[in-house]
T-cell receptor, first 113, second 112 residues
Framework: GAGVSQSPSNKVTEKGKDVELRCDPI?????LYWYRQRLGQGLEFLIY????????KSGLPSDRFSAERTGESVSTLTIQRTQQEDSAVYLC???????????FGPGTRLTVL | KQEVTQIPAALSVPEGENLVLNCSFT??????LQWFRQDPGKGLTSLLL?????REQTSGRLNASLDKSSGRSTLYIAASQPGDSATYLC???????????FGKGTRLSVIA
């Protein structure tokens, strides 16, 4: 596609429910990143995929967070048993291996009531 | 651990003024540095990417410089316009396969 796309654009859920967020990277981009931006805060790294290598999960805040990616395509970020502090905009980015210029999607705004 | 700082946190200027946004980073072993723009409620738009071997990059009215030895980058905006009003973020990639480390941004307001 022309750019990184994310769905849904907005998600409202109740505390304790599970949510799945989706990211479609730019075609041909081998690297995919998830970030989180809480209100009034900077961007926090969550997880990074590079091709078929093991993902870098060092930014995941708890074991309630997980992500998968199939090959070099779509990724899903799953948050289990959501808490109010999970409310944030979740941003996905992709890049090529060499240049590593990251291109971001529009984000998913998650609100946990 | 890489840390990125942006000064000032907010800036208000009259239309037409030239301005400089500052970014500093603690680890000079960077792979590249990227400047983004973020409009309220929107995602990030990549403005300029400077590879570690480069000193500056230009795009239209924007010019970004990189000085690894001092751990600094600047974003110069010429002849500012109200449409330039946004938050500008600086982010660095350290060597190896690491994610971007972001500064907290500079919120720019250009007053007509």
């Amino acid at each position: 596609g022309a750019g990184v796309s994310q769905s849904p654009s907005n998600k409202v859920t109740e505390k304790g429910k599970d949510v799945e967020l989706r990211c479609d990277p730019i075609s041909g981009h081998t690297a995919l990143y998830w970030y989180r931006q809480r209100l009034g805060q900077g961007l926090e790294f969550l997880i990074y995929f590079q091709g078929n290598s093991a993902p870098d999960k060092s930014g995941l805040p708890s074991d309630r967070f997980s992500a998968e990616r199939t090959g070099e395509s779509v990724s899903t970020l799953t948050i289990q048993r959501t808490q109010q502090e999970d409310s944030a905009v979740y941003l996905c980015a992709s890049s090529t291996r060499d240049r590593r210029e990251q291109f971001f999607g529009p984000g998913t705004r998650l609100t946990v009531l | 651990k890489q840390e990125v700082t942006q000064i000032p946190a907010a800036l208000s200027v009259p239309e037409g003024e030239n301005l400089v946004l500052n970014c500093s980073f603690t680890d000079s072993a960077i792979y590249n540095l990227q400047w983004f723009r973020q409009d309220p409620g929107k995602g990030l738009t990549s403005l300029l990417l400077i590879q570690s071997s480069q000193r500056e990059q230009t795009s239209g009215r924007l010019n970004a410089s990189l000085d690894k030895s001092s751990g600094r980058s600047t974003l110069y905006i010429a002849a500012s316009q109200p449409g330039d009003s946004a938050t500008y973020l600086c982010a660095a990639v350290s060597s190896g396969n690491t994610p971007l480390v972001f500064g907290k941004g500079t919120r720019l307001s250009v007053i007509a």
